[in-house]
């Protein structure tokens, strides 16, 4: 039976994560303008909050769910190898 | 998936108003910038001192580098009517850390709304983030049709360059960093081929009344969605020094 404290992601999880992922040096830099950056947490929040409840946390990570509908500026963006 | 190639014109126009920024701009050469991090590697490939130290890959007149998020380019005289540009330290607010040194950027905004497009990174060089502009083979008369919708334009650039770069790299975390190199977001990702669909609420509710027509309104067809876990840096930090 899951205990309702494993489903929300606590400060103290969160922080050891965040510490763990820049002592192993994991994860690939995106490196985006602040402006964007904050763009981008509130277009993740927005995903998440539209989620059932129960499917918005896993762990201590947030959940998002990011649209990649067929999009004519994307077709044509200057995108890459 | 369509790319910026050699020989061809493009326009560039800003993500928020549609100005066009850059006008026909055909490049001779357009060429991949090495993935974030490269430099650290260089020691274990050359058995001398490390060539690239302390230089900066940048483009000549006719050259396009893609990088990761950006694309950089040469400045042209064009650009003076069109951006602007504004020396700002981005370590500055952060006088708690004082082992960073404080990184002076020259941000590169649009002239007509002020959206900020990238930055100069060199004498003549421009760094812009490909969430930032949209580029259009030049054609016709190149106007882009509409102002997008922001957050629409951002969640797809973003998603699918995050699928890119977890198809070409086999890896699946990512850590949106700013320009000064601060973390600002965890992201993992899970699931590339999610399908989602988006149904109105009153639709639910009436779900029996339902014709099978209705069913096929392009508001409830099925499309393809990024499933990501992600975590805020600066939430997890504030969250600690609250309690603390």
């Known amino acids: 039976m899951l205990i309702l404290s494993q489903l929300i992601p606590t400060p103290l999880c969160v922080f050891r994560i965040v510490t763990s992922w820049e002592v192993k040096s994991i994860g690939h830099p995106v490196v985006l303008p602040l402006k964007v950056c904050e763009e981008l947490l509130q277009v993740m929040d927005e995903s998440n909050s539209t989620l059932p409840a129960s499917m918005r946390c896993m762990r201590s990570y947030e959940v998002s769910v990011q649209n990649m509908s067929s999009y004519p500026e994307l077709q044509r963006r200057p995108l890459l190898t | ?244």
């Open chain 2, 1 to 244: 998936m369509d790319t910026l190639r050699a020989k061809e014109t493009y326009s560039f126009h800003c993500q928020g108003c549609t100005t066009r920024l850059l006008e026909d701009r055909v490049f001779k050469r357009v060429l991949p910038l090495p993935n974030g991090n490269w430099n650290a590697i260089v020691d274990d490939w050359c058995c001398h001192p490390d060539p690239f130290a302390n230089k900066k890959l940048l483009p000549r007149a006719e050259d396009c580098l893609l990088g990761d998020t950006f694309v950089l380019l040469a400045r042209d005289s064009n650009c003076n009517q069109t951006l602007t540009e504004e020396v700002t330290s981005a370590g500055a607010a952060d006088s708690q850390d004082t082992k960073k040194p404080c990184h002076r950027l020259a941000l590169i905004s649009c002239a007509s709304c002020s959206l900020v497009l990238g930055e100069a990174v060199a004498q003549g060089t421009l760094k812009l983030y490909i969430t930032q502009v949209v580029v259009r083979p030049a054609v016709g008369d190149g106007k882009l049709d509409a102002s997008l919708n922001r957050s629409a334009f951002l969640e797809r650039t973003v998603a699918a360059r995050l699928l890119d770069l977890s198809n070409s790299l086999s890896s699946f975390h990512f850590s949106v960093q700013t320009p000064d190199g601060k973390v600002f977001l965890l992201l993992w990702v899970l699931n590339g081929d999610s399908i989602i669909a988006a149904v109105p609420e009153k639709s639910v509710g009436e779900e029996s009344s339902i014709s099978p027509l209705a069913s096929l309104s392009p508001s409830l067809r099925a499309t393809r969605a990024l499933k990501l876990l992600y975590i805020s840096c600066s939430n997890a930090r504030a969250s600690i020094q609250q309690r603390e």
